[in-house]
Nanobody
Framework: QVQLVESGGGLVQAGGSLRLSCAAS????????IGWYRQVPGKQRELVAG???????KYADSVKGRFTISRDNAKNTVYLQMNSLKPEDTAVYYC????????????????WGQGTQVTVSS
């Protein structure tokens, strides 16, 4: 079965950096689009960044220029490098597969990881 395991979350001061990892199994990883989403209590889960099987990327406006999504198909892993973190980046971050991330539109897939908490202190 499909399994997505996130890691790398933690507590960091504003202006700091974290790198999240999403290790996938049970899918043909290299052809799958993968997305990172985040959610805070009381709000909807929102797209942070997505990467297609071909390596094209898509970012939320709020993270452009600060976050970078990348993938290593040999390791079945997608990364989210987060720099210049702000308190408003505090959320649980989730990895998603089975969707697509195009230039104009995107859609999450059916598979989610368990999430990793990112807390940015001011």
């Amino acid at each position: 079965q499909v399994q997505l395991v996130e890691s790398g979350g933690g507590l960091v001061q504003a202006g700091g950096s974290l790198r999240l990892s999403c290790a996938a199994s049970g899918i043909t990883f290299s052809i799958n689009d993968i997305g990172w989403y985040r959610q805070v209590p009381g709000k909807q889960r929102e797209l942070v960044a997505g990467i297609s099987g071909g390596g094209s990327t898509k970012y939320a406006d709020s993270v452009k220029g600060r976050f970078t999504i990348s993938r290593d198909n040999a390791k079945n892993t997608v990364y989210l490098q987060m720099n210049s973190l702000k308190p408003e980046d505090t959320a649980v971050y989730y990895c998603n597969s089975g969707g697509y991330y195009g230039r104009v539109s995107y859609s999450p897939g059916n598979y989610w990881g368990q999430g990793t908490q990112v807390t940015v202190s001011s």
